[in-house]
């Protein structure tokens, strides 16, 4: 049976708009859904802090191609762990940085990940 329910898996911090999920390149929504399985096997609800608003220092995120998720109360071997195994399964197709740098979906924060893909052409 379908949960119609999607709030207890997934909430978005205040100020982000979740009508901007909209303006996500469709690369995201497969990662999103593979960080997903990994917060629920925490017992954690995945939050959304930074879609499309505000401002930040690469351009991912005003081009649909940027997400930062929340990290709160997860042990960072944990955080490493995920970071590592979505690296390891989506960078070598959609990964992205700086020129001459290795490229990575997935970036751990201080206090967030951030997720990123590149311009698929």
Request: glycine share 8%; charged share 25%; proline share 5%.
């Amino acid at each position: 049976m379908r949960n119609p329910n999607l709030r207890q898996y997934l909430d978005f911090k205040e100020g982000v708009d979740p009508s901007d999920l909209m303006f996500l390149d469709p690369a995201l929504w497969t990662i999103l859904g593979f960080v997903l399985g990994y917060y629920a096997k925490w017992g954690k609800k995945l939050v959304i802090t930074s879609l499309t608003e505000g401002q930040h220092k690469s351009l991912t995120h005003c081009q649909g191609r940027g997400v930062d998720i929340r990290i709160w109360n997860i042990p960072r071997n944990l955080l490493e762990e995920m970071v590592d195994a979505i690296n390891a399964r989506f960078a070598e197709k959609f990964g992205t940085g700086p020129n001459g740098a290795k490229p990575l979906v997935a970036i751990l924060e201080k206090d967030h990940v951030h997720l990123q893909v590149k311009v698929l052409s």
